[in-house]
């Protein structure tokens, strides 16, 4: 299946099969540039933890978007089905 292209989200993810490296800055420019809250909670985090928090925050954004911003019910059924496999 291809990636959900009617999600903002989606659109400016990496592509399948990117580097590790190019994943972890995805992750980091969703989570401090897409929220305010979480830019502020982040401070407080032990900076060796940051990363670790990024990465869960970008995986719950886009479950959260999958079942939140697709208007049909079926099909965003199968797109957290997709994003299961994903992982």
Known sequence: ML???ELEIARHAPPAGCTTAAALAYTRRLATGHYENFK???WFLPRS???HFYN??????WADDLGDEVPD???ATELLDW?????
Not at 83 to 87: G, I, Y
């Open 49 to 51: 933890l940051r990363q």
């Open 73 to 75: 019910a079926a099909r």
């Open 3 to 5: 990636r959900p292209s």
């Open 56 to 61: 869960v925050y970008a995986y719950c954004r």
């Open 40 to 42: 502020v909670v982040s």
């Open 83 to 87: 994003w299961e496999r994903e992982l």
